[in-house]
């Protein structure tokens, strides 16, 4: 939905509002479950992909610019090396085409940030973008091929060497082809329909392209100004500019000699740590996070199809672990009783899937930053030959490196090293920042928590001692994932207990589950506040609807400006059962009522477990939820969303079609894209919403239906909460009715 912005009015989307409540949560609900369904290649397609090209683009530009600024080829005088040089001008020809693939290259990058920027679309800008790259990646390679024969005076003859101007140019040619192909791999995507033809790209990740821009820009700027200063090379300038923003510090010939070189180097070394460390934290807080969710989301959703297909219908269990099974039969418990026991069901594959992500996720840097130094370390080993240095020798020199020690003890002085010691330190931020996050998430966190539990049993026992520290300790060893509530080990939930112990609690007849006293004393909170004068007053005049209303609207309120400070929190807060089933009751969803859910998704390969068992009357398997299960799935496990059952509900006093849902199936609130804070914030926003609209209604006379709200003072003083009951009250319990009944309607 648009925003209605400053011209049109607000009433237009109240107006929205009051003609269809729900098309707007709905239409975004749908687009959340296709964005969590959707493979994550189609995001890679859709968003790392133009990320990545919009990241690296101008840093090729800049190799590009390397590349035509300087001559390709030296003579080496007698006694010298390649370094000391002398250059020799390249032919006219190559200049020309030289140009050529920088104008190329420079029209592909700027139709890639018009794109992305939407000032051009996406038709006429990636065909730009994608033959841009490519022609500029094929005429490097063209001249880079020539340039290395015998017919361009280049080796074998030893007086003459290939300049760091050849070399910067193969490493622009690799990346304009890298980021043309996945840039094909973005349009295939979007024609194939798995995402719209625009790039789905936030005001966040844009700005880590500028960043990066910025840096490359204060890079290329430094290293000309430090080489007009200092009387260097531009490309040695380059190099030494590189080695001082990184911090590297390698101890190279080059170092400021001149007054000025040494007091510019002051703002200088500044000015690129803190640009450096922008593009470090936009890493961090963009690419990071959404790969983390992205990542986490596919992995529980895994993790879930997993679990419930080891549910045993015949000895009614279920895998929640590798080492824990636990009973799972939901014979004989109140609908809340199953509620709850899919609900800790559903926050352990929650955990166990987050833990995982956390240490693939370590798994995978850390085979990347391997990658990087071993890899590195071979071509420092190649191409520092002629300084003798062993393969142990560039290993070495690149670990300094790469933890910016700089020892200075070596150091690459070739044609070939200066430039890949460039492009591999700047290859090397991104993938430090993500190992170093990564390390965090797993490692630390994990000697952390050994270093506290060392000091439980030793210099700060806990409170219950450390005898009862061992024994947990040994039990979370060998019986794996426990139940947790607000990370407290407690007692499992009716209908969930570990197999082999007994199973006494819980009735489908038991009351009073403790989610509705918990719910029934946070509303009390709400009671005696000041703002509850103008509902008291609609009581005292007879009218309870008219005051249950008011004080609904309140507890909303409340509640979402409590709502609004856990939104933040990190890491994202979850909220026990009884908080669950509390927010559930005021958008319209209790969780005592039956007809609001459905039964766990079950797959087709417990279908015919189930239908085996009951031809040969096994275990006298009971016709319980669990065994109604969607019959349409043929041959394929179908997505337990498209067999959503619909149902005419209200929500919060509402009306429309909503679909039922179970806290195991992909609908559920523990499930998708967002944290559980935003997901109940957005519904009590749009339940509040609905209701402002229906009150507009009556203001205005328009027939419709006020409906008794989910949470009232009526309900309360019913338990004896929140003072005297009105005399209506009394009478309606004397009577033995409902006036107006829960959830019953007043005709406006």
């Known amino acids: ?408 003890d070596y150091q690459p002085e070739s044609n070939s090293g200066r430039p890949f010691f460039v492009f591999w330190t700047l290859l090397a931020v991104p993938t430090l920042t993500i190992l170093i996050s990564n390390m965090g998430d797993t490692v630390v966190k994990s000697f952390s928590n050994f270093t506290i539990w060392v000091g439980s049993l030793t210099v700060l026992p806990g409170e219950e001692g450390i005898r009862a520290t061992l024994i947990a300790s040994f039990k979370k060893i060998t019986q794996g994932n426990v139940l947790k509530r607000d990370g407290v080990e407690v007692q499992q939930p009716p209908g969930l207990i570990p197999r082999g112990e007994n199973t006494s609690k819980g009735g489908r007849g038991q009351t009073n589950h403790p989610y509705e006293t918990e719910a029934l004393n946070r509303i009390a909170e709400h009671i005696e506040d000041e703002e509850l004068e103008e509902a008291a007053e609609a009581g005292k005049e007879g009218d309870d609807l008219e005051r249950d209303i008011h004080f609904y609207h309140f507890v909303l309120i409340r509640e979402l400006r409590k709502l609004m400070k856990d939104v933040d929190t990190s890491p994202p807060k979850q909220y026990s059962y009884n908080e669950w089933a509390f927010y559930l009751k005021l958008i319209g969803q209790d969780e005592g009522d039956p007809n609001l859910h459905r039964a766990p998704p079950i797959k087709v390969e417990q279908n015919r477990k189930i239908g085996a068992a009951k031809n040969k009357g096994a275990n006298d398997t009971d016709e319980s939820d669990e065994e109604k299960t969607t019959e349409n799935n043929s041959g394929a496990v179908e997505s337990d969303a498209a067999s959503e059952s619909h149902m005419k509900i209200g929500i919060g006093g509402g009306g429309g079609e909503l679909k039922q849902w179970s806290w195991l199936g992909t609908r559920s609130p523990l499930m998708g894209n967002q944290n559980e804070a935003e997901w109940i914030l957005e519904r009590l926003a749009a339940t509040l919403e609905r209701q402002m609209a229906k009150m507009r209604k009556q203001s205005k006379g328009e027939p419709g239906a006020l409906e008794r709200p989910p949470v009232s003072m009526r309900e309360l003083r019913k338990r004896g909460v929140g003072g005297e009951r009105s005399e209506r009250e009394k009478k309606d319990e004397d009577e033995g009715g409902d006036v107006e009944g829960q959830g019953g309607k007043k005709e406006v």
């Open 1 to 408: 939905m648009n925003d209605p912005g400053v011209d049109a009015p607000i009433s237009d989307a109240a107006k929205d509002m009051e003609h269809d409540p729900y098309t707007h949560e709905e239409q975004q609900e749908e687009e959340e479950e296709r964005d969590f369904l959707d493979p994550s290649r189609w995001w890679f397609a859709s968003t790392a992909c133009p990320l990545i090209a919009g990241t690296f683009g101008p840093m090729a530009n800049a190799f590009s610019i390397c590349a035509l600024g300087n001559p390709w080829r030296v003579y080496i005088p007698p006694g010298n090396n390649e370094v000391r040089g002398q250059p020799i001008k390249d032919p006219k020809w190559l200049i020309a085409i030289n140009a050529i693939q920088l104008v190329f290259a420079l029209m592909a990058n700027m139709s890639l940030l018009l794109n992305m920027a939407r000032r051009l679309s996406f038709a006429i800008a990636q065909p730009i973008t994608i033959i841009g790259f490519m022609m500029s990646s094929l005429l490097l390679i063209s001249l880079v091929s020539v340039a290395s024969t015998s017919t361009f005076k280049v080796p074998p003859q030893s007086d003459h060497a290939l300049s760091q101007a050849y070399y910067y140019a193969i490493i622009a040619a690799v990346i304009y082809f890298i980021i043309a192909g996945l840039m094909v791999v973005t349009v295939v995507g979007a024609y194939r329909g798995h995402y719209e033809k625009e790039f789905r790209l936030t005001v966040s990740q844009r700005t880590l392209m500028l960043q990066t821009i910025a840096f490359m820009v204060y890079l290329m700027v430094g290293a000309l100004v430090y080489s007009t200063i200092e009387s260097w090379n531009f490309l040695d300038a380059l190099y030494w500019a590189d080695f001082t923003l990184l911090t590297v510090g390698i101890g190279s010939d080059f170092t400021p000699l001149t007054h000025l070189g040494r007091g510019l180097l002051f703002p200088y070394a500044i000015g690129g740590i803190v640009t450096i460390g922008l593009v470090v934290g936009s890493i961090r807080t963009l690419v990071l996070d959404r790969g983390k969710h992205k990542m986490e989301t596919r992995m529980t959703e895994k993790k879930r199809e997993r679990v419930l297909n080891t549910i045993d219908p015949e000895n009614r269990t279920i895998q929640i672990g590798r080492f824990s099974k636990v009973d799972f039969s939901q014979k004989g418990l109140s609908e809340a009783e199953r509620r709850e026991q899919e609900f800790y069901v559903m926050r352990n594959i929650q955990t166990a899937a987050s833990d995982r992500r956390r240490w693939m996720a370590l798994g995978v840097s850390t085979l990347a930053a391997a990658t990087l130094w071993f890899v590195g370390a071979v071509v420092f080993w190649q191409a520092e030959r002629q300084q003798g240095w062993s393969y142990f020798v560039a290993l070495y020199f690149s670990y300094t490196s790469l933890l910016t020690i700089g020892y200075g």
